[in-house]
């Protein structure tokens, strides 16, 4: 369950509104960050709490000015709510206040009723901190006209099943339509794009069907009185056509159609797919190497003679093969970042069938969460912990038929924790004279201090052996690719 299906489980509980009711508020969230941009007016929705007070349901900052709020409130439960929306709930009407009037400007709040028959279900409010001297342009007025016909179809209850994310960003052109398909207003923006399109004549005026391109977004919004996205290849561009239809009192005013061209965007991501299908080629023919390696290593450990030194290749197998894991999965992903506990998970299965002898049932049990950490540190912890399952296998179970290891996973925001504890036979000695005479942990020591930056501890006793690492993590790890390879 993500972010937004736990909030709006949470409004269910909370609230006596039906799953339908809860449905259409929850459509209505999805369509007010255009609303927010068009108005320049911060957008939230209440609903009722069965105890009294309310919950913001979604809120909006704009981008096209400042917000009202330093942060958003989303999620946020109230057990008073402004004044406009306790009205607009208990009249069932729309409410207007003009509030803190000051050097900075007047803030203009409206309430808007959300309504299934005479009950209402939700309130949504707009939010304008104005200039007391502004006078909006032509263009502004037309975005904020363009806002209210939006608000004023939520608030007859007119769905246009406006299911794309929808916002006016700085790139974007807007064209204002009529019911008989003549654009009465275009942005500078859209006159730009359209230029590039090839239309040299005036926007205004002209029917989008004779334009010469394709508009059927917009002119089947008009004729199904739904609203359409499309995305368009034509004349050297790749542009994204949005359109909405206004509808009032049943009657078709008009339609919204918004233009990005996002040519660069595509190119963009087109190189981006084949840098991430080159280095997963990387990863893919580096983990062939490594395993190629190994099993020359498992062929050379055959002709040896000496149980010292073929003990020794083997360990050195056990490395390459641990590197080779992360490898593997690289080759499958296209982030940067690894899940750890899926290498954990594939190591000591490839660990267990190699080095456990057929002879004893050694469990290993994984247990934590690790999250995502990047490449280079799911390498370093990838090869401490094959060093440290290994020698927990090779040493801690020696005149013993069974045995466990269990490996914990422990992550916080700053670092990542990871216990291998065994219930074995301890440790035969001293654990800093043990590790000085034992090569598996000395990487272990250099890996993790060295490389890592982090520390580890190692406590034995009649019960077994505990060894814990813990690094330090990167506050946020990007898994950005194109700023990896830049």
């Known amino acids: 369950m993500n972010k937004e299906d736990k909030l709006f489980s949470n409004i269910l509980r909370m609230t006596d509104l039906s799953g339908s009711q809860l449905e259409r508020v929850r459509a209505v969230s999805k369509n007010i960050q255009l609303i927010a941009d068009l108005s320049y007016s911060d957008i939230t929705i209440y609903c009722r709490k069965k105890d009294g007070g309310a919950i913001v349901v979604s809120a909006v900052q704009p981008n096209t000015s400042t917000s009202v709020r330093e942060e958003t409130i989303t999620g946020k439960v109230f057990d008073r709510v402004p004044r406009a929306v306790e009205e607009a709930f208990k009249k069932c009407k729309r409410v207007e206040y003009k509030i803190g009037e000051d050097k900075s400007g007047i803030l203009k709040i409206s309430a808007i009723p959300i309504k299934e028959g005479k009950r209402v279900i939700a309130v949504i409010t707009s939010e304008r901190r104005s200039p ?24 007859a209850g007119i769905d246009v099943e406006i299911t794309f994310p929808t916002s006016k960003e700085v790139g974007d052109g807007l064209l204002r339509i009529n019911a008989d398909g003549m654009v009465t207003y275009a942005t500078p923006n859209a006159i730009s794009i359209y230029r590039r399109l090839g239309v040299e004549t005036s926007l205004v005026g002209q029917a989008v069907g004779k334009l010469g391109l394709d508009e059927s977004p917009v002119l089947t919004a008009l004729e199904d009185r739904k609203a359409v996205k499309k995305e368009i290849k034509e004349r050297g561009l790749t542009v994204i056509k949005r359109a909405i239809p206004l509808i009032e009192n049943d009657r078709l005013k008009g339609a919204v159609s918004i233009i990005s061209d996002v040519t660069e965007v595509r190119a963009r991501e087109q190189q981006l797919k084949i840098k991430e ?34 003990e020794a290749i083997l360990e050195s197998v056990g490395r390459i093969s641990s590197i080779a894991v992360v490898h593997e999965i690289l080759s499958q992903s296209s982030k940067s970042l690894i899940d750890f506990r899926e290498i954990v998970e594939n190591i000591t299965s490839m660990l267990k069938s190699s080095f456990a002898s057929p002879d004893k049932q050694i469990e290993i049990e994984i247990e934590g969460y690790s999250g995502d950490v990047a490449s280079p540190v799911a390498t370093s912890l990838a090869l401490v ?79 077994g052996t505990t060894v814990t690492v813990e690094v330090p993590l990167l506050k946020k790890e990007s898994s950005n690719l194109e700023a990896e390879l830049e």
């Open 277 to 310: 299908a080159t280095i997963r080629e990387i990863h893919h023919r580096v983990k062939n190497n490594l395993q190629t390696i190994a099993s020359l290593l498992r062929l050379q450990s055959r002709r040896m003679s000496s149980p010292e030194a073929k």
């Open 132 to 155: 007391r001297d502004w006078r909006p342009s032509e263009m502004e007025q037309i975005y904020m006209s363009a806002a209210e016909d939006l608000i004023q179809m939520i608030e």
């Open 385 to 463: 912990l094959t060093e440290l399952v290994q020698n927990a296998l090779e040493h801690a179970f020696m005149g013993r038929r069974k045995g466990r290891i269990k490996i914990e996973l422990q992550r916080e925001e700053m670092r990542l924790l990871m216990k291998v504890v065994d219930d074995g036979i301890g440790l035969p000695e001293e654990p800093g004279s043990f590790c000085q005479h034992h090569l598996g942990l000395q990487i272990v020591q250099t890996l993790v201090k060295d490389e890592l930056s982090g520390s580890w501890t190692m406590e034995g006793s009649s019960h």
